[in-house]
């Protein structure tokens, strides 16, 4: 589908604020742009690395869903009353062609719900004018204490507003040495136990995966996800077949913090000839804190 994005120079954003703003921060890392910020839409860009891909030549879906989520992040934050915060309480990802290093990607984002407890934004992705992504996000506005105080970041979000941690869990397995490409080894996800019909995988949260409140990024929670559910995905296909992932979705329960130890359990809800399903429940301790599911397209390879 056609998409020609151009530049509304009314509202045109220096991308240098971006990297200001994001330095140290996981979005900072994957290393997008703001190039408008308006009160009606907000448009994003991004070069795709070496550092975004799976341990194939293409991007990661969490890479892309991160990219998106970013960019709504940022329309939301402009909308906030001041005082104000605002947190990713479900996200939905589909992925229509491949990214690969060299490619540059689009993102405009424009608010198809602006209420007083929630927002409901959509993020179109182009390349080079073709429309190569859709995302879906619900955000959650959160109201300030005691009457608050103006904003020292667009997405602190307080740990009380959407749940606190579970006890933490000490590892015992010790990870397996599986491929998972550069964007999910920068992140630090370990596999413990792979299978057709079972994976886990557990990631600790450190500073590489906050967003510039000291929270977890959306993206890395669509990641952990997409990564778990992939290593189960290949270990059912035929010999030759490849696959990538079409459709992802997350919801939010709770917000992850540095020093959370997170495990991710990956089962089958189908496994077809041509389509896989999987459903990922990612809890820090005993407490569920996020759930993902996904479809996952299985080709033939070239």
């Given at each position: 589908m056609p998409l020609a994005i151009e530049i509304d120079q009314q509202y045109a954003f220096d991308p240098a604020i971006t990297n200001k703003f994001t330095q140290n921060t996981f979005p900072g890392w994957l290393g997008f742009e703001i190039v408008e910020l308006g009160p009606e839409r907000a448009v994003g860009r991004m070069e795709v690395s070496e550092r975004h891909l799976?341990?194939?030549?293409?991007?990661?879906?969490?890479?892309?869903?991160?990219?998106?989520?970013?960019?709504?992040?940022?329309?939301?934050?402009?909308?906030?009353?001041?005082?104000w915060n605002f947190t990713t309480a479900e996200m939905?990802?589909?992925?229509?062609?491949?990214?690969?290093?060299?490619?540059?990607?689009?993102?405009?984002?424009?608010?198809?719900?602006?209420?007083?407890?929630?927002?409901?934004w959509e993020v179109r992705i182009a390349r080079d004018d073709v429309q190569v992504g859709n995302f879906l996000c619900t955000q959650v506005l959160l109201e300030p204490?005691?009457?608050?105080?103006?904003?020292?970041?667009?997405?602190?979000?307080?740990?009380?507003?959407?749940?606190?941690?579970?006890?933490?869990?000490?590892?015992?397995?010790?990870?397996?040495?599986?491929?998972?490409?550069?964007?999910?080894?920068?992140?630090g996800i370990e596999a413990i136990e792979i299978g057709k019909d079972r994976a886990i995988g557990r990631m600790l949260i450190d500073e590489r995966h906050l967003h510039s409140g000291k929270f977890m990024h959306g993206g890395v929670w669509a990641t952990l996800g997409d990564t778990v559910a992939g290593w189960a995905t290949r270990e059912n296909l035929r010999v030759g077949q490849v696959f990538s992932s079409s459709d992802l979705k997350v919801n939010v329960i709770g917000a992850g913090r540095p020093g959370m130890l997170l495990e991710a359990e990956a089962t089958p809800l189908h496994v077809g000839r041509r389509t896989q399903v999987w459903m990922v429940v990612i809890k820090s301790g005993d407490k569920v804190v996020a759930q993902f599911s996904n479809t996952q397209m299985i080709l033939d390879g070239k």
């Open positions: 799976h341990n194939v030549d293409y991007m990661h879906a969490g890479a892309w869903t991160a990219f998106a989520d970013s960019i709504a992040g940022w329309g939301a934050a402009r909308l906030l009353p001041i005082g939905k990802m589909n992925i229509f062609h491949t990214a690969k290093p060299g490619d540059e990607l689009v993102a405009l984002a424009v608010p198809l719900h602006v209420g007083r407890r929630t927002h409901v204490k005691d009457g608050g105080a103006p904003k020292k970041s667009t997405s602190d979000v307080p740990p009380e507003a959407v749940g606190l941690e579970g006890p933490e869990r000490t590892p015992e397995a010790a990870p397996l040495d599986h491929p998972q490409g550069p964007f999910a080894t920068h992140l």
